[in-house]
């Protein structure tokens, strides 16, 4: 029903700017919580940022103050703009759709970020 795919990943130094950003197919993306979630290999998926079907935004402690998820439903995107980054950022960054009391759960395929030192 909804497919989602990342883009704007790439080689960014510490203390760096990177943008991300998520296309999402379907009609009724406004009824979906937006949310990034970023993964190292061998590691859990970590929730990022939140933005909500209401509205509401919430993020990780490690990314407040740094991170900024937006979404604009119109264009039916959702972006990370990631601000002073950091090594321990790293990882590959995937855009989630979650809707209907969680009974919908959907990934795109990923975009890795690197930040090097």
């Known amino acids: 029903q909804v497919q989602l795919v990342e883009s704007g990943g790439g080689l960014v130094q510490s203390g760096g700017s990177l943008g991300l950003s998520c296309a999402a197919s379907?009609?009724?993306?406004?009824?979906?919580?937006m949310s990034w979630y970023r993964q190292v290999p061998g590691k859990q998926r970590d929730w990022v940022a939140r933005?909500?079907?209401?509205?509401?935004?919430n993020y990780v402690d490690s990314v407040k103050g740094r991170f900024t998820i937006s979404r604009d439903n119109a264009k039916k995107m959702v972006y990370l703009q990631m601000n002073g980054l950091k090594p321990e950022d790293t990882a590959v960054y995937y855009c989630?759709?979650?809707?209907?009391?969680?009974?919908?759960?959907?990934w795109g395929q990923g975009t890795q970020v690197t930040v090097s030192s």
């Open positions: 989630n759709a979650r809707g209907f009391q969680s009974a919908y759960d959907y």
């Open positions: 379907g009609s009724l993306f406004s009824l979906y919580d």
């Open positions: 933005f909500t079907r209401a509205g509401s935004i």
